[in-house]
């Protein structure tokens, strides 16, 4: 609690300090790293209040922080010639820009906060030495759900069923996306979510289209979050950063992943291979490993750090996200997976959504 004490004070005197608790660098940016100014690009609302502000002032430099709301608009950006110096996608978008060569190595001997790094992050599927990238975030799929008007046995049972149960309809919010919509139709079959198994596929095509006639779902994406906190409908595939605020924000509210698995996600710091700066990007990923950074950006966010020391604090007696089920995704499920880049797949699943929502 002192740390968010320190946080909101931070925020406070924001307009009359260059930062809190440290005055701005006399470093010369240009003669150690060649450059003093860095080009981020990052999801919206996905960083601490005050880290770029302190990082600015600890090295003397200048952010341009850009926002993207999806992996295939900054792939697109980049594949345009835009040029960044630390990136932010996702795990099935990291496993294409190293398959593309879009990428560079990260010089592991200048992270040197790397010893806070949460061991069930690393070493994953898209990137099995983390030759290319850094864990900033992760997380999972899950339900949240209603425990008043939802019975918890039904959830436990049923998993990712419970979301065609016409006994809930008209009070069930799926998220807009192809890609998590056939993971958790798939999942609900048995099946793999990464699977190019046509027949499979097939199923979960089907598997969808009757949840949409059995509860008359409304899909929607970020409005999901307002809307279980208001309690506006009784069940929501909703992401566990998300699903925490909403817990935090709402007690009636609860947060499930079933047994038969669910996607698990890191989002990861990379340096594209046309950067311009790369020596301050490493010492910009290298800050957001500090615990002060990692703290700032969970606290603030609400999705799982990458810091250790920070995930414990979270979780902690006292911490902001004691007892709250959806903060810390679980690591012991053998069912949960990664998403793989398959583009022709995509494509697959991008047309039978259409037709689903069209039915």
Same mark, same amino acid.
């Not at 750090?305 to 604090?313: A, F, I, T």
């Given at each position: 609690m002192k740390k968010i004490l320190v946080t909101l004070l931070c925020s406070i005197l924001a307009l009359s300090l260059t930062g809190c608790g440290s005055k701005k660098s006399d470093v010369d940016p240009i003669a150690q790293y060649g450059c003093d100014v860095l080009n981020v690009y990052n999801w919206g609302e996905y960083v601490g209040e005050s880290v770029i502000s302190n990082f600015e002032n600890a090295y003397n430099v200048k952010v341009n922080y850009s926002l993207f709301d999806s992996n295939e608009?900054? $792939?697109? &950006? +980049?594949?345009?010639?835009?040029?960044?110096?630390?990136? /932010? *996608?996702?795990?099935?978008?990291?496993?294409?820009? =190293?398959?593309? &060569?879009?990428l560079q190595p990260i010089d592991w001997n200048k992270i040197t906060n790397k010893g806070n790094l949460y061991d069930g992050v690393m070493a994953t599927a898209y990137d099995p030495d983390n030759t290319y990238s850094v864990p900033y975030f992760w997380g999972s799929v899950g339900i949240v759900y209603n425990k008043?008007?939802?019975? *918890?046995?039904?959830?436990?049972?049923? %998993?990712?069923?419970?979301? !065609?149960?016409? !006994?809930?309809?008209?009070?069930?919010?799926?998220?807009?996306?192809?890609?998590? @919509?056939?993971?958790? #139709?798939?999942?609900? +079959?048995?099946?793999?979510?990464?699977?190019e198994n046509l027949d499979e596929i097939n199923e979960a $095509?089907?598997?969808? +289209?009757?949840?949409?006639?059995? /509860?008359?779902? #409304?899909?929607?994406?970020?409005?999901?979050?307002?809307?279980?906190?208001? %309690?506006? &409908?009784?069940? #929501?595939?909703?992401? @566990?950063?998300?699903?925490?605020?909403?817990?935090?924000?709402?007690?009636?509210?609860?947060?499930?992943?079933?047994? @038969? %698995?669910t996607n698990v996600w890191v989002d990861a710091m990379v340096i594209p291979a046309n950067? &311009?700066? *790369?020596?301050? #990007?490493?010492?910009?990923?290298?800050? =957001?490993?500090?615990?002060?950074?990692?703290?700032?950006n969970s606290a603030t966010v609400g999705y799982a750090?990458?810091?250790?020391?920070?995930?414990?604090?979270m979780i902690a007696a006292g911490g902001e996200f004691e007892g709250n089920v959806a903060y810390l995704p679980r690591t012991d499920n053998p069912n949960d997976e990664y998403f793989h880049h398959n583009e022709a797949m995509k494509k697959i699943l991008s047309d039978l959504w259409i037709k689903v929502k069209n039915q």
């Open positions: 608009v900054m $792939y697109t &950006k +980049l594949l345009g010639g835009s040029q960044y110096d630390v990136l /932010v *996608p996702s795990d099935y978008m990291i496993e294409r820009l =190293i398959d593309e &060569k879009l008043n008007n939802v019975d *918890p046995q039904d959830v436990e049972k049923e %998993g990712f069923n419970v979301l !065609k149960n016409s !006994k809930y309809a008209n009070r069930v919010y799926m998220y807009d996306s192809e890609r998590d @919509s056939f993971m958790i #139709a798939l999942k609900a +079959l048995g099946y793999s979510m990464n699977t $095509y089907e598997w969808l +289209l009757e949840l949409d006639r059995n /509860v008359n779902p #409304a899909y929607v994406t970020d409005e999901v979050i307002d809307s279980m906190v208001n %309690g506006e &409908k009784d069940l #929501a595939v909703v992401y @566990s950063g998300d699903a925490a605020y909403i817990l935090s924000e709402n007690d009636e509210m609860d947060y499930y992943m079933p047994e @038969s %698995g950067a &311009k700066c *790369p020596a301050l #990007a490493h010492e910009f990923i290298n800050f =957001i490993l500090t615990d002060d950074a990692s703290y700032d750090s990458s810091n250790k020391n920070v995930l414990d604090e």
